[in-house]
């Protein structure tokens, strides 16, 4: 497991500067358009602009990071261009892929919601209005176009963190958790890409980034978060999902990134869990998974795989926005700051000690019966192996039985913990 120490201030700004360099390299030239993977042709909204115009906004609004890198990156000039793919009905067409839906129309409100957060203009009420059209005012589901007949997870959660941010039919947002809600698995109580997927981790994020935006109460995610926590892998890493869906005769396939999603969902969070778990997100993001060698059109960026020689700009974009969101939520330098680097750091050593509780009884039960033993060795041999046999005697005792008290309040500890786990589960 990798060490879980706090980056430092110098590390994370290289980290975001080199990230930025590389979202300002990969703009369509000539315009304040980004592609949806570098060296592409073609400008798109979804998947590329959208991406890089959230990613700039989080960086400028930081207050810490050297905004002079995106000084000729024109917010003004990316909104009028991505109103530009704006439909009569209201929608936004992808770009990445040859149909207009929910989710380029979700994600672009919320982009143009991060550049003028103000009372929605006529194209942004369009959309709003277009998206009311995907929701089935039964259930609360939506789909990717309107009166579709496969609802899914991912347009369900953009589209109520739209409505979240615009402030919009605050009735349609209550239908559309309520069948969130529903679709939670009654097992992990994680989401799947729909209502009969398996869960995943990338999904489940969405769903808890949306759910905040909305103020649901925590209690009604709570153990989704767990779920959440528990999926991280041992480098830091959460794995990355494939949602795929069918439009206009065509299947589209989305790949979403646990890492980005699960250290945006966990980034405000102030439990031991969450923070330590993106503690490890962070330090696995900015010390092993980013590309800061090598050719310069790969430098600052992420792969979405290991093996993959393709640099997404949606990827970059989404990390820097997890890392922005995660370095901002934490306190101001000082004391603060220092007060929640050592609670982490005696949390986790005290959490090493509840996953090592059998461990040290046995230990520390093995080593009482040491001591017990040395009492009826032979003196001679006992005196030239311990010396003074009785001050090592008593002190490996006290010792060993002290030790196997403390494993057996953490076993005890470790146990209620489990129980209690189970009890809300049922």
Same mark, same amino acid.
């Given at each position: ?8 201030e +110098?590390?994370? $700004?290289?980290?975001?500067?080199? *990230?930025?360099?590389?979202?300002r ?10 592609p ?15 991406d ?10 930081s ?13 003004? *000039? ?49 959309? !709003? ?7 089935d ?28 941010l ?22 992990s ?15 489940? +994020? ?22 959440? /926590? ?17 439009a206009?005769?065509?299947? $589209?396939?989305?790949? $979403? ?11 405000? =969070? =102030? ?10 997100a962070?330090?696995?993001l ?17 792969? !979405? ?41 005696? %949390? ?16 520390? /039960? ?15 041999? =006992? ?7 009785v ?12 030790t196997?008290? %403390? ?20």
């Amino acid at each position: 497991m990798p060490r879980r120490r706090w980056p430092t201030e +110098a590390e994370l $700004n290289r980290s975001l500067t080199l *990230a930025a360099m590389w979202l300002r390299r990969h703009r369509m030239p000539g315009m304040q358009a980004w592609p949806v993977s570098a060296g592409g042709s073609d400008p798109s909204l979804w998947g590329g602009t959208v991406d890089a115009v959230c990613a700039v906004t989080a960086l400028r609004r930081s207050g810490w990071f050297d905004v002079g890198v995106l000084d000729d990156v024109d917010l003004g *000039a990316a909104k009028r261009w991505a109103m530009t793919q704006q439909n009569r009905d209201g929608s936004f067409r992808s770009g990445e892929f040859a149909f207009s839906g929910a989710e380029p129309t979700a994600w672009t409100l919320i982009a143009l919601h991060q550049i003028t957060p103000d009372e929605p203009s006529r194209e942004v009420r369009s959309a !709003l209005a277009y998206l009311e059209s995907c929701i089935d005012l039964n259930d609360g589901s939506v789909s990717s176009a309107p009166h579709g007949d496969l609802p899914r997870t991912m347009p369900s959660a953009l589209t109520l963190w739209a409505f979240a941010l615009w402030r919009h039919q605050e009735d349609l947002r209550a239908k559309i958790v309520s069948y969130l809600l529903r679709c939670q698995d009654n097992s992990s109580h994680g989401w799947g890409v729909t209502s009969s997927a398996r869960p995943n981790p990338a999904t489940t +994020a969405q769903v808890l980034v949306a759910f905040q935006a909305a103020r649901v109460s925590e209690d009604d995610y709570r153990l989704a978060v767990e779920y959440l /926590v528990d999926a991280q892998r041992d480098s830091g890493r959460w794995p990355n999902s494939l949602d795929e869906w069918a439009a206009a005769r065509l299947t $589209n396939k989305c790949a $979403n990134s646990g890492t980005a999603w699960s250290l945006l969902a966990l980034a405000k =969070r =102030r439990d031991h869990r969450s923070r330590t778990a993106c503690l490890r997100a962070v330090n696995y993001l900015i010390g092993s998974d980013q590309t800061v060698s090598g050719p310069a059109a790969d430098r600052g960026s992420w792969k !979405l795989y290991d093996d993959g020689a393709q640099r997404h700009v949606w990827l970059t974009g989404q990390i820097i926005v997890a890392l922005a969101a995660w370095r901002n939520a934490l306190p101001p330098e000082g004391f603060h700051r220092d007060g929640v680097r050592l609670t982490t750091w005696l %949390l986790t050593a005290f959490d090493f000690l509840v996953s090592r509780a059998p461990l040290i009884s046995t230990l520390g /039960v093995l080593g009482a019966v040491v001591a017990l033993t040395i009492g009826n060795t032979e003196t001679g041999l =006992r005196y030239q192996i311990f010396g003074d046999g009785v001050t090592f005697r008593q002190s490996l005792l006290t010792s060993g039985l002290g030790t196997a008290m %403390l494993g057996a309040l953490t076993w005890l500890y470790r146990g209620t913990k489990t129980w209690r786990t189970r009890r809300r589960q049922d």
